[in-house]
């Protein structure tokens, strides 16, 4: 059992709007920034939102990142079919000094 | 381009020491943050850090796996590695080497390798 939560699965049809939850604890993203990876079928994650909301260079604008209190949200607009994949999230706890991901959302686009 | 390219055994046998290199291309082991990470991900599941390691030799491990983990870096050779005495079948995973992007004090996991297969069985 991860302590970055994540709902196990997601869905939405093309176009859609469809949003990623992971919540935390104050010794996790209540205290630093929360971090987003996607990682399709039979590939390495790649890294989608640095510092809760940062994109690196090549990821589309329709994946955005935000954070409340000790919560993290991943959005993806305009949903493609080559999206669908599994998405972590991940944070350091500076409690238990170790990196932590969450459990993982699989996104299935209908 | 930056390339990480992961390299382990295959096949480890119980109790045995799994031994995983990183061979880091394209860029130098002092680039990004310095810091240079092993992740792993069992089969069906998702992922775990292992170990962080920054190129001046300062390291970093899981709670869980720090007594059996051991990471290096070698500069001149442009690789850094991975130990993990004692394997049992829940070593067995896909071990994932990363560079960390960002600064000493906020970093990250940016760029990964392809992922080294590892399958802990007698």
């Known amino acids: 059992q991860s302590v970055l939560t994540q709902p196990p699965s997601a869905s939405g049809t093309p176009g859609q709007r469809v949003t990623i939850s992971c919540s935390g604890s104050s010794s996790n993203l209540g205290s630093t920034y929360a971090f987003w990876y996607q990682q399709l079928p039979g590939t390495a994650p790649r890294l989608l939102i640095y510092?809760?909301?940062q994109r690196p260079s090549g990821v589309p604008d329709r994946f955005s990142g935000s954070k409340s209190g000790t919560s993290a949200s991943l959005a993806i607009s305009g949903l493609r079919s080559e999206d669908e994949a599994d998405y972590y999230c991940?944070?350091?706890?500076?409690?238990?000094?170790?990196?932590?991901f969450g459990g993982g959302t699989q996104l299935t686009v209908l | 381009q930056l390339q990480l390219q992961g390299s382990g055994p295959g096949l480890v046998k119980p109790s045995e020491t799994l031994s995983l290199t990183c061979s880091v291309s394209?860029?130098?082991?002092?680039?990004?943050?310095?810091?240079w990470g092993w992740i792993r991900q069992p089969p069906g599941k998702g992922l775990e850090w292992i170990a962080t390691?920054?190129?001046?030799?300062?390291?970093f491990y899981s709670p869980s796996l720090r007594s059996r983990a051991t990471i290096s870096v070698d500069m001149s050779k442009s690789h850094f590695s991975l130990e993990l005495s004692s394997a049992t079948a829940a070593d067995t995973a896909v071990y994932y080497c990363t560079r960390q992007d960002g600064t000493d004090s906020v970093n990250w996991f940016g760029p990964w390798g392809q992922g080294a297969p590892v399958i802990v069985s007698s």
């Open positions: 394209g860029g130098s082991i002092s680039s990004g943050s310095g810091y």
């Open positions: 390691i920054h190129y001046t030799g300062r390291t």
């Open positions: 510092t809760n909301n």
């Open positions: 991940a944070a350091w706890d500076v409690s238990l000094k170790t990196w932590l």
